[in-house]
T-cell receptor, first 114, second 117 residues
């Protein structure tokens, strides 16, 4: 079945550091890819998405490019802030049957120190 | 943005009792709601999908008689864990989607932590 693998956390960085969180996927079809972020005490929020190969999703300084050849969707940010501390989930959506089932990675906890 | 709430945020119960968790869409009509379970350091696992007014569709391996889902209105879905046991202890998360299009975004609740003693 479909699956998503993320780099294990936790990840701790200093403010203004460059961030990469790796995500690779396995899917039989042509899924859409997502990054969700969960701030402490809140629900998951959609951070960005890409629906086809070579698409780049971007939001709040974060970017991820849908790479079909490497089945990857790595999350990057050039200069992180303390407020970026959260848990990040990579996910894919296979529309099979139109249900839009989301398959999640295990999440990566990110802590940014001032 | 759209807001989804869950109640309670935490619940502790004794083994053998039943627990009901509510999921509400506060500012939109949720035609479809999803229930997920998250184990520590693991990903969210979809348990079931429910459409308002219909029976829920459960994922393989999820006991429908154990995890009762009701989606009686466009703003409320409930998950009842019946005869809970310690192995049911987990973090339960709901999400809600407006309309029937699979392309519509899912909005997530903050989750409910269930501890069964």
């Amino acid at each position: 079945g479909d699956s998503v693998t993320q780099m294990e956390g936790p990840v701790t960085l200093s403010e203004e550091a460059f961030l990469t969180i790796n995500c690779t996927y396995t899917a039989t079809g042509y899924p859409s890819l997502f990054w969700y972020v969960q701030y402490p005490g809140e629900g998951l929020q959609l951070l960005l998405k890409a629906t086809k190969a070579d698409d780049k999703g971007s939001n709040k300084g974060f970017e991820a490019t849908y790479r079909k050849e490497t089945t990857s969707f790595h999350l990057e940010k050039g200069s992180v802030q303390v407020s970026d501390s959260a848990v990040y989930f990579c996910a894919l959506s296979d529309l099979g049957g139109g249900a839009q089932k989301l398959v999640f990675g295990q999440g990566t906890r990110l802590t940014i120190n001032p | 943005g759209a807001v989804v709430s869950q109640h309670p945020s935490r619940v502790i119960c004794k083994s053998g009792t039943s627990v009901k968790i509510e999921c509400r869409s506060l500012d939109f009509q949720a035609t479809t709601m999803f229930w997920y379970r998250q184990f520590p350091k693991k990903s969210l696992m979809l348990m079931a999908t429910s459409n308002e007014g219909s029976k829920a569709t459960y994922e393989q391996g999820v006991e429908k008689d154990k995890f009762l889902i009701n989606h009686a209105s466009l703003t409320l879905s409930t998950l009842t864990v019946t005869s809970a046991h310690p192995e049911d202890s987990s973090f339960y998360i709901c999400s809600a989607r407006e309309g029937t299009s699979a392309n519509n975004e899912q909005f997530f609740g903050p989750g409910t932590r269930l501890t069964v003693l």
